[in-house]
């Protein structure tokens, strides 16, 4: 730390940590076409994510982080169908998944000594627990226009649909997140709109719809320094225009166009700690030159 040129507290830390791992990762995927355009298909392989420097080298007087942390390890399965219809003018995609999530890390609480207070609560990163992911994830999108007035019509209109259905549990670990829900996994999150286009011209609107979930295991609504609770349901729409000339092409648009205050993120540390917002409505421009 420096005031007025000079130094005036200093302290260096160092650590040395070697993890060696040699495993082998199995996945198996099969499919099924009982039509040219529409196939069955499903996978299952396993999952692991292992702890990094960045994980354990931490010096944020908010967090404390477990000095015994384990890799995650799990599965994935899912089953789907997929296809098209009309040419390729309708197009769709369903999937089921369950993925198997052991030893996730996250964040508890901790009380460690303080000279002004005695005793604090600080977040606690470490192995929570073992939990099961289940989801259905849908999309579509159909091409209006050209279904009506046939496929080579100079005029486009797409409306399309992206839709997931999440639910996350901790099934065992440490008792006090066991039934809790996982952390960051919105129950629904829908994405609609449609995209217009006519000879060299197109637009598009999108919307976005998450639902409120949670930031940590804890399950917290809120906390005073604002690092874990509730990140509650936002919808934003975005819009872009795009025109060919020749050699040129610009775009415009705008993102959050109704200028909604939301955030999708709490954080112990920098930038925050706390909330961070997301970025209200914003312009772009772009122009591309072809040489």
């Known amino acids: 730390m420096f005031s007025g040129g000079e130094v005036i507290f200093e302290r260096q830390l160092e650590d040395a940590k070697l993890n060696e791992r040699q495993f082998a990762l199995l996945g198996l995927g099969v499919g099924y076409r009982f039509k040219p355009e529409i196939e069955m298909y499903s996978n299952i392989s396993q ?38 219809f009309a ?28 000279p002004s207070t005695i005793e604090r609560l600080v977040a606690f990163r470490t192995n929570i627990g073992d939990a099961r992911i289940l989801g259905l994830e849908a999309y579509a999108e159909a091409d209006l226009w050209r279904l009506w007035k046939g496929k080579d019509a100079q005029f486009s209109f797409r409306p399309y649909l992206n839709f997931s259905s999440l639910n996350g549990t901790y099934l065992s670990g440490k008792p006090e997140f066991v039934g809790n829900q996982v952390e960051l996994i919105p129950p629904i999150t829908l994405k609609t709109g449609f995209a217009l286009s006519y000879h060299d011209f197109s637009a598009n609107y999108l919307y976005t719809y998450v639902k409120q979930h949670f930031s940590d295991a804890t399950n917290a609504t809120l906390v005073s320094n604002a690092t874990r609770g509730w990140i509650p349901t936002y919808q934003v729409m975005d819009v872009s225009l795009s025109y060919e000339f020749k050699r040129f092409r610009i775009q415009t648009g705008i993102n959050n166009f109704t200028n909604t205050s939301y955030f999708t993120r709490r954080a112990t540390g920098y930038p925050g700690p706390g909330i961070i917002p997301a970025e209200g409505r914003s312009w772009y421009l772009t122009v591309r030159v072809t040489l």
């Open 47 to 84: 999952n692991y994510r292992s702890i990094n420097f960045s994980d354990l080298a931490v010096v944020n007087p908010n967090l404390i982080v477990d000095s015994l942390l384990r890799d995650e390890s799990g599965y994935n399965a899912d089953f789907g169908i997929r296809g098209s």
């Open 87 to 114: 040419k390729g003018l309708i197009r769709f995609d369903v999937s089921a998944f369950y993925l198997r999530y052991n030893d996730r890390i996250g964040l508890a609480e901790i009380v460690v000594p303080d």
